[in-house]
């Protein structure tokens, strides 16, 4: 059941993309996290834009997933962006209660790309390890001004 | 109508009205329409003579066929429904003419005047609890009918209250692209459940389709302030929110603001201003533009010509400054 | 799960309900459901149109477990929850969604939770 749906992961410059496209089940989105946290480590991004543009339905499952991304991913030194929150999943959202704290929410992927760049200084363009704003490894406490 | 066993005082009655119903038909109709006729409330120019003798006599006629079935149970019993069906159909009829609610009730009414006095001469041998019990009958059966043509009434002006306001709300739920990504809402007058959903979800909707990351919500012309539509509020804030839109709240008058704090609503999220126009500079600055003098403009474009910082300018060999650069 | 709220959703699309309200019945669907694998790990979803008082059109859900039950129900309904941690049952916000919400449960013999939306 699992191999069935899978999200792809975009690396683009310091930033990784994630186009969800389809309803999940419980399974992908657990295993979804996973992946994503893995990849950051991997990679060494600093920034995850977490696109739901097509999704019709967000759940209170799936709106931890996406909180406990953002502080799991802070942890990592990288900032995540939620885009695309569709009227009908925004309004279903604020009905259930869950406010998606410390995750950042934007209208769309040039939106979050601009978000990223300009408040936390990571630049998608920018592929080395010591850009201005950037760290050399994970793990590191984050204390940057 | 049952002869077997003891009647109950009710049947006994039922009976008797509906026997003199039948038997003194035209009499009793005649006196009724006479009655009206003469009255200071008939209006001939809504309804004819013609008109008004068949109404008259369909009507008595259920009337009739409804108590000799009832057995003398009351109105609520399925004997009536006959009748009730042709009370609400009338009702209709004459409201669309523009008979009053109390014209037809007393349409009705007036038809025990006609029917009292045979009772009364007819039954006058009975003892007075038998003939009180007779006239009571009657008036009970009557009143209920009249308050059948009233509710008649209410619930159809409710019906044609209910869609005037449902026209309206689709007319004042405007949502204005004020500038490039800066929305406005101006709302107006009191909001309901049902407006402030509807609004809510316009507001939402243009905001994917103008990519707006601004939005003021005017409340100047919002009278009250109470937890709903509080509430309503930090819902429309919060959902935009999420979906990356910045909510501006202006208009908020002094009253308001007080009712605000009083109701405690967490003001944190929710960035006020006093003014629309306060809205307006505040929201052109999130998206990165400002309102300024012109003769300021024309002297940031001086400047920029004559590089008065050393620097090298952007456009040195441009003429006279003309659109803004980039546009 | 995924099958049941897609279900859901076009029933109620069938029945006639906006892209909103199916939305909001996916969600509850997805919430409710989710109880039930978790607590009961099987149960039954019932969905169906259904009318009411005036004629009104709607859709009427049921998910029905044999489960262990709910101890204290008000206690479950009671909204506690301000971060998105530990959402427990998520049914207040599940009642938030919908106009009619009913919950019957009895430790040990299992928990019906009959939700109305009207169109």
């Known amino acids: 059941m699992n191999g069935l749906q899978r999200i792809p992961i975009l690396k683009v410059g310091r930033v990784l993309i994630v186009p969800i496209q389809t309803d999940m089940d419980d399974h992908t989105v657990v295993h979804l996290q996973e992946r994503i946290l893995s990849e950051l480590e991997r990679t060494r991004a600093r920034g995850v834009l977490i696109d739901i543009s097509l999704l019709e339905m967000v759940d209170s499952f799936i709106g931890r997933m996406l909180s406990d991304i953002a502080a799991m991913a802070r942890i990592m030194d990288a900032r995540t962006v939620v885009v695309g929150i569709q009227p009908a999943v925004a309004i279903t959202l604020v009905e259930l209660g869950l406010e998606l704290n410390g995750v950042s929410t934007v209208l769309n992927v040039d939106e979050g790309i601009r978000l990223l760049r300009d408040e936390f200084g990571i630049d998608e363009n920018c592929d080395e390890e010591d850009a201005p704003g950037g760290l050399s490894g994970f793990g590191h406490a984050v204390n940057h001004p | 109508m049952a002869d077997t066993g003891a009647t109950t005082q009710a049947q006994q009655d039922a009976e008797r009205i509906s026997t003199l119903l039948a038997a003194r038909r035209d009499e009793i109709l005649n006196l009724w329409i006479k009655d009206r006729l003469e009255s200071d409330e008939f209006r001939d120019e809504l309804i004819s003579k013609k008109e008004l003798r068949q109404q008259s006599r369909n009507l008595l006629e259920l009337f009739t066929e409804a108590v000799r079935d009832s057995g003398g149970e009351a109105f609520e019993h399925p004997a009536f429904d006959e009748l009730r069906r042709f009370l609400n159909e009338i009702s209709h009829l004459r409201a669309v003419k523009g008979y009053t609610p109390v014209e037809n009730a007393t349409y009705v009414i007036s038809l025990r005047n006609s029917v009292r006095p045979m009772l009364v001469e007819e039954y006058q041998s009975e003892d007075s609890f038998r003939l009180a019990s007779l006239l009571g009958h009657l008036a009970t059966m009557i009143d209920k009918m009249a308050l059948v043509m009233i509710e008649n009434y209410i619930r159809s002006r409710e019906e044609t209250i209910r869609q005037q306001r449902a026209d309206m709300m689709e007319l004042s739920t405007p949502v204005i692209k004020v500038w490039d990504k800066i929305l406005s809402l101006p709302i107006i007058g009191t909001l309901d459940s049902r407006r402030a959903q509807l609004m809510m979800e316009a507001l939402l909707q243009r905001i994917v389709e103008t990519g707006s990351t601004v939005a003021i919500l005017d409340i100047t012309g919002v009278r009250t302030m109470d937890t709903l539509v509080a509430n309503h509020l930090i819902k429309t804030v919060t959902a935009a929110r999420l979906m990356g839109a910045r909510c501006v709240l202006t208009g908020v008058s002094p009253a308001i603001a007080q009712t605000m704090v009083q109701l405690g609503i967490d003001l944190s999220q929710i960035t006020t201003r006093a003014q629309m126009s306060d809205g307006i500079r505040l929201a052109l600055e999130l998206v990165g533009r400002a309102i300024v003098p012109a003769q300021t403009l024309a002297q940031l474009r001086h400047l920029n010509g004559t590089a008065a910082n050393g620097l090298k300018p952007i456009e040195a060999h441009a003429p006279a400054p003309g659109p803004e650069n980039g546009k | ?119």
């Open chain 3, 1 to 119: 799960m995924v099958a049941a709220r897609s279900e859901v959703r076009a029933l109620a699309a069938a029945v006639g309900f906006r892209l909103l309200d199916q939305t909001r019945l996916a969600t509850v669907t997805s919430e409710l459901a989710r109880n039930i694998l978790k607590y009961a790990k099987r149960g039954r979803l019932i969905a169906q149109p259904t009318s009411g008082p005036q004629g009104r059109a709607g859709i009427r859900l049921i998910f029905e477990d044999k489960g262990p039950g709910i101890p204290d129900i008000d206690a479950a309904m009671r909204d506690g929850f301000t971060t998105d941690r530990g959402l427990g049952k998520g049914l207040p916000g599940s009642k938030r969604l919908v106009d009619e919400f009913s919950i019957e449960s009895e430790v040990g013999r299992g928990t019906r939770v009959t939700i109305i939306r009207w169109l």
